[in-house]
Each structure stands twice: as C-alpha cells, then as structure tokens.
C-alpha cells in the first residue's frame, strides 16, 4: 500500500509541475485569438510584412513557478495559425530552461569535462510530432537561454517563411 501511495504521490507532483508553467495551451495550428491572460491584458502583437506575427505574453500570466517570471515567451503564427512557441531568458545565473527543457522534452547530453552553467551550444531533438531546440549563446554582458518548440506539421510553412525573409534581407545588402 506504501508503495502505491508513493507512486501516486509522484504522479500527482509531476501533474502539479507541468501545469505550473503551461505555455502550450493553445494548439499548434490554433489562430491568435486563442491566446488570451489571466491579467485580462491583450497579448502585445508585432506583426511583419512576410506574414509572420510574433505574440508576447508576460509569464507570470502563465506561469505559477516565479523562476520562469524573467523569461520572455512568445508564440509565433504564420497566416494566424501557431507555428513556433518560444522561450528566452536572459542574463540568470542559472539553468533552470536549460532544466526544464529536458524534464518535459527529453534529456541531451553535455560534455562531461564542461559544468553545466558553463556549457554552451545547440542541440536539437524529436518528442512525438514536436521539434525541440535548445540553445545557450553568450551574448554582450552574459548568455541566453532559448528553447523553441515546433511542431513537425508547420516546419514547411516556417521554413518558407524563413526563407522569404532571408531573401528580403540579401536583397537589403546591396
């Protein structure tokens, strides 16, 4: 009977950790007005000229864990439609994305001569219909932390996307 209850137990926290910060409530493939916060705030929306919108929503809206307050979430559509859920934090002394990223999607593994607040790089890795990139970079005075979550559905319409963008930006260079 111990047995069970511990299970369950364990069960029951695992639960409780997952809804604590669910920013994938809302369905890839789901228009902008799915979207809405706990504040009753409109989500803060920058839209651009390829079809692409970027949709920023505070954490603490979402989130009920404070370590997560100071990461910047953004939901990206292409023709009002999620194809990109992305996380950022900047400048915290920890890995707590880094963390939660591996809890949720799957560990990767890190050089074993590199601490793990030390380690840079990109990995990249499939969970069910889902792509996972995760990401820590230095940049001026610190790092980053960046996870980004695509579905395998939309990576064409991203990579279309993406393309159209670059496109317009070697055409700039001249």
């Given at each position: 009977m111990?047995?069970?209850?511990?299970?369950l137990s364990f069960l029951l926290l695992?639960?409780?950790?997952s809804n604590a910060c669910?920013?994938?409530?809302?369905?890839f493939?789901?228009?902008?007005?799915?979207?809405?916060?706990?504040?009753?705030?409109?989500?803060?929306?920058?839209?651009?000229?390829?079809g692409g919108e970027s949709l920023s929503v505070p954490m603490i809206d979402i989130c009920e864990d404070k370590d997560f307050w100071n990461t910047k979430l953004e939901y990206f559509y292409i023709n009002n439609k999620l194809v990109?859920?992305?996380?950022?934090?900047?400048?915290?002394n920890d890995r707590k994305l880094m963390d939660h990223a591996?809890?949720?999607?799957?560990?990767?593994?890190?050089p074993v001569t590199v601490e793990k607040n030390k380690w840079r790089g990109v990995n990249e890795w499939?969970?069910?219909n889902e792509l996972i990139q995760f990401a820590v970079i230095d940049i001026p005075g610190g790092h980053a932390e960046v996870l980004r979550i695509i579905?395998?559905?939309?990576?064409?319409?991203?990579?279309?996307y993406q393309q159209k963008v670059g496109e317009w930006e070697d055409s700039t260079q001249n």
């Open positions: 111990g047995r069970i209850a511990l299970i695992s639960i409780n950790f669910d920013y994938e409530f809302s369905n493939g789901d228009a902008k007005k799915s979207i809405s916060t706990k504040s009753g705030m409109a989500p803060i929306v920058f839209p651009d000229k390829f990109r859920i992305e996380l950022l934090r900047v400048q915290q591996m809890k949720k999607y799957g560990k990767f593994t890190l499939e969970k069910g579905n395998k559905l939309y990576f064409k319409n991203l990579s279309d």
